[in-house]
């Protein structure tokens, strides 16, 4: 709990007005971590098949490797720094470290404890065997015997540490040992082997066969006869044959945490592109932030180590289980349906199976829910514009595509076609710059216009428009959608997106294109909210319609669902309307810094998060405006950083059929009781369980079943 004694009257008159008490935020780190918590707790779920378990367990890991790289990096800096604390809750940064290594090491615990004593035991049972170098029989030994000296021996480079090799530079979140060594004269020396990262991290070794190819070592989706051995565990085993002349005293596996946060400094770089590719690699080795080590390690190589990366104690963490354990994500692949989720088909709309596409467009906008619904949708309208002889030009936002990207390939072939093709890619798009730097090469090598985007700005917005000559004259189409053009992330996360010939909204998108791809300048727009510009001022006009509605009707009503709710302003202007009577529902997945519940002041306001089996990621803004109803979809999250910093984009749905089907399925969110958590006034969550009688809603199941459906609009 982040304060258990909040007082009852917490501002006064004057106070009131501005509502700036720090008591009246919550902190953003910490309410990261009750996200996260939130995470392991679907990890430890044993109602979860085993396999689901586990992806959760890799995604809570990865989350706090992240976590470390970009947030607590920040929070070091400005503890160094003696920098004063800048949020709204005014907790100082000395106070965040020590708060969050107390619940970062009470979470790490349990995760250890549920991975050693349940998790990883039950996977045995039922074939899923991840082993010890000590588990696996003579036969098992004398196998990976040879494919140790063949396959892993040729690439592993052991570096002295003595006053001729100074202590080596270590990547980020690479696997390596620490190794005490004692030559024939007794002279004690260290040394360095990093794991390779080159191959794979697991090993499948056959438990019956006498014979298997090194190739069909790395990964074999077949697992019922095989025995899985984490890379460095085998070379753990023969770290002896790497120091001749040596005896290894003791060996230590450890990980460190660098900073990734690094900043570029856009108005100095002649080509931003370069500077990216710059940014990757200095990024690789930051600086430290968090050093893992295995429990059990000599104390000896512990010091040893803190010592030469000139760590605190408080960077330190003993870790019982894998290290890196977010690679055991790659084992969810292993083909052992009966431990996973059962596997579900998307549905496709009718627009999509016969007829016209463009005249079903004209005719009426397409919404799309995905998972629910394929993301296959969005891949054929762009294939199908990439082809169609009567489009003339497509201009398209890429963030995160993905690896192998079905629609770069379209822009591609798009091009090849004669089409006019711009693709404005964000290269600061973090941890996915390498990628989208080599797609956007790729894209110009073939004629496509790629535009890197602005100075300052990174460009989320999610984006296509298609201009189309037609009988009646050129007619524009385009999608907006609230998450990135990524297949593989469509299956996982749940995301919106409408596609639309709505003249107003294809030319705020047309104008909006010209802004990110030229000097064009624009502040408002005919129907889209853009940020940085009318964004937070348009939601701030809705909040303060909705009080003046309210005050006249009594109906008041405003619901936001997003990832983020961080942004003071709008933290704010959201407890004045719910002091002035409206009702404020608020589904926040991930961090949320208001204090929903407060004694007169958040009173009017509920707040709830879901987490399942899918990651909540669409952002919707509904004001009830006096039974009329205003909606907004799109790609902005309530953060300082996406109002200020980011092109954003949120379009209004102005199909009255379709922004009721939409208001339903909000609604159903909000009623979740099975998967949801409900936000108390002290920042801790309490899990939300039908009660007697009540009926039981896990919203995400509920789509599921709506998938068959056609929406009545």
């Not at 892993?152 to 060594?181: E, K, R, W």
């Not at 999610?462 to 609230?482: P, Q, S």
């Not at 997945?589 to 004694?599: A, Q, Y």
């Not at 969110?669 to 099975?674: G, K, P």
């Amino acid at each position: 709990m982040i304060d258990a004694t909040l007082p009852q009257n917490l501002c006064d008159a004057e106070e009131l007005k501005v509502l700036s008490r720090p008591e009246l935020y919550l902190n953003r780190e910490i309410s990261w971590l009750e996200f996260n918590a939130k995470v392991l707790e679907e990890a430890t779920d044993p109602s979860l098949p085993l396999l689901e378990q586990l992806k959760f367990l890799a995604i809570f890991h990865n989350n706090l490797d992240e976590f470390f790289m970009v947030r607590v990096a920040n929070i070091l800096r400005q503890y160094r720094g003696g920098a004063p604390s800048a949020a709204p809750d005014r907790m100082t940064p000395a106070k965040q470290l020590a708060e969050i290594r107390r619940r970062v090491v009470k979470l790490l615990a349990r995760a250890q404890e549920h991975w050693k004593k349940r998790l990883n035991p039950r996977l045995a049972d039922r074939g899923v065997r991840i082993v010890r170098y000590a588990d696996l029989s003579d036969k098992q030994r004398r196998f990976l015997d040879g494919y140790f000296r063949n396959e892993i021996y040729p690439v592993l480079t052991p570096q002295a540490i003595d006053p001729g090799h100074p202590f080596p530079t270590i990547s980020n979140t690479s696997l390596n040992f620490i190794v005490q060594l004692r030559s024939r004269d007794g002279i004690v020396r260290f040394a360095r082997l990093k794991c390779p990262s080159n191959v794979p991290r697991f090993v499948f070794v056959p438990r019956n066969k006498e014979a298997k190819t090194y190739a069909s070592l790395g990964f074999n989706a077949h697992v019922r006869d095989d025995d899985i051995l984490p890379i460095e565990d085998l070379v753990r085993e023969y770290l002896g044959a790497l120091f001749p002349g040596n005896e290894v005293v003791s060996a230590g596996l450890f990980r460190i945490t660098r900073n990734t946060d690094v900043e570029i400094e856009e108005d100095e770089a002649d080509d931003l592109l370069e500077a990216v590719k710059e940014l990757v690699e200095q990024r690789r080795f930051g600086d430290v932030v968090r050093l893992e080590i295995a429990h059990g390690t000599a104390a000896e190589l512990s010091s040893f180590l803190t010592k030469r990366l000139g760590l605190q104690p408080f960077q330190i963490y003993k870790v019982k289980g894998p290290l890196g354990f977010s690679d055991l994500l790659g084992l969810y692949g292993v083909d052992r349906p009966c431990l996973k989720e059962e596997p579900f088909h998307p549905r496709v709309p009718a627009a999509f199976q016969e007829g016209d596409l463009y005249a079903h467009i004209r005719n009426r906008d397409i919404f799309l829910f995905h998972p629910y619904e394929s993301f296959t949708p969005v891949l054929e309208f762009i294939r199908r514009s990439c082809e169609d002889p009567s489009v003339i030009a497509i201009k398209q936002t890429l963030y995160r595509v993905g690896k192998d990207s079905p629609i770069v390939r379209a822009l591609i072939e798009a091009r090849k076609r004669g089409k006019q093709v711009t693709a404005v890619v964000e290269l600061k798009a973090r941890f996915d710059e390498e990628r989208n730097i080599t797609w956007a090469e790729e894209m110009e090598k073939a004629g496509v216009n790629v535009v890197y985007g602005l100075v300052g700005m990174k460009i989320h917005a999610k984006l296509c428009l298609v201009v189309r000559r037609e009988n009646e004259g050129v007619t524009r189409y385009a999608h907006i959608g609230t998450g990135n053009y990524n297949p593989s992330t469509a299956k996982m996360y749940t995301d919106m997106g409408l596609i639309t010939a709505n003249p107003d909204i294809c030319a705020d998108v047309t104008d909006l294109f010209n802004v990110m791809t030229g000097y064009a300048q624009r502040e408002r727009y005919r129907r889209l909210l853009v940020s940085p510009h009318s964004l937070r001022a348009s939601l701030l006009e809705g909040i303060s319609r909705e009080i003046e509605l309210h005050a006249e009707h009594g109906n008041g009503e405003i619901i936001f669902k997003c990832n983020q709710l961080v942004d003071k302003t709008l933290i704010r202007a959201l407890y004045q309307a719910a002091m002035r009577g409206v009702r404020v529902r608020l589904q926040i997945r991930g961090i949320c810094c208001l204090r929903p519940g407060l004694p007169g002041i958040g009173e009017r306001i509920e707040a709830t998060s879901i987490v399942g089996r899918f990651l909540e990621h669409y952002r919707a803004f509904w004001f009830g405006n006096n039974g009329e109803g205003s909606l907004y979809i799109g790609s902005a999250d309530l953060m300082p950083r996406n109002l200020d910093r980011r092109i954003e984009v949120l379009t209004p749905i102005l199909d009255p059929g379709l922004r009721a089907f939409i208001r339903s399925l909000l609604e159903t969110h909000l009623r979740d009781n099975s998967q949801a958590w409900r936000l108390l006034p002290d920042g801790s969550y309490q899990r939300l369980k039908p009660g007697k009688g009540e009926e039981a809603v896990n919203a995400q199941e509920r789509m599921l079943e709506l998938r068959d459906w056609n929406p009545p609009f």
